[in-house]
């Protein structure tokens, strides 16, 4: 058992949308990537997503509503939600999901991410 930085890990890579492995709990991964700007329009047919905002603010924007995130705030993203993920500024976010999780989910584009790196 180690403790864990999440400000050391998060100044250890820059890249934006592509979430880096900093754990494992069960059949999860524990994840932390920094966000700017929109994502896409997805959602996961079986997995469903923890938001957990570390440093800035986070919209998920919904089809019917939308969610703002503040620093030490998270949000549960049932699967089958469609949902977009905006940060107007760099944003660093936890995410807590099933080892099966692709980023980008059904939709596959410049940004999917299909092998994660570990920190």
Same mark, same amino acid.
Request: no cysteine; net charge positive.
């Given at each position: 058992m =180690?403790?864990?930085?999440?400000?050391?890990? *998060? =100044?250890? *890579?820059d890249d934006l949308w592509s979430p880096k492995i900093v754990g494992e709990v069960n059949d999860h991964y524990v994840k932390l990537v920094k966000l700017k700007g929109e994502f896409v329009w997805h959602? %996961?047919?079986a997995e469903d997503e923890l938001f957990l905002v570390v440093k800035g603010r986070l919209l998920i924007k919904f089809r019917d509503r939308d969610v703002w995130l503040e620093e030490g705030e998270f949000a549960i993203v049932p699967?089958? &939600?469609?949902h977009l993920?905006?940060?107007?500024?760099e944003t %660093? &976010?936890?995410l807590l999901e099933p080892k099966s999780t692709l980023n980008t989910g059904n &939709? =596959?584009?410049e =940004?999917?991410?299909s092998e994660l790196d570990r920190i």
């Open positions: =180690r403790s864990v930085s999440l400000a050391q890990k *998060f =100044r250890s *890579f959602h %996961h047919e699967h089958g &939600v469609e993920p905006i940060a107007a500024e %660093h &976010v936890l &939709v =596959r584009n =940004r999917t991410v």
